[in-house]
């Protein structure tokens, strides 16, 4: 599954690459260079980062999954066991 940004998100991506360069590097990098850098990141880094964003989900769901049984557990046939405890022994 390709990773891909929206228009938008895509060209603040490259903003903030040039801005990074701009602030921390000793050269400049133009807009087509830190839109073919940060296509490289999509490609080669993004996925690793994207696979463990769903293991973690994964893992979140699967923990809410296994506490659902406490959460919502209702006792079975305990009708008359109710019934004896509101009820006034003879």
């Not at 991506?13 to 921390?24: G, K, Q, V």
Request: glycine share 4%; no cysteine; net charge negative.
């Amino acid at each position: 599954m390709a990773i891909e940004l929206s228009k938008e998100d895509r060209q603040q991506a490259i903003a903030s690459i040039e801005r990074y360069f701009r602030e921390n590097m000793e050269e400049k990098i133009g807009n087509i260079a830190a839109g073919a850098l940060l296509g490289f990141f999509l490609e080669e880094v993004a996925p690793s980062v994207y696979n463990r964003g769903v293991v973690d989900a994964q893992e979140r769901l699967q923990a809410r999954v296994a506490d659902l049984d406490f959460e919502v557990h209702e006792a079975e046939f305990a009708y008359w066991q109710k019934y004896r405890a509101s009820k006034p022994a003879r």
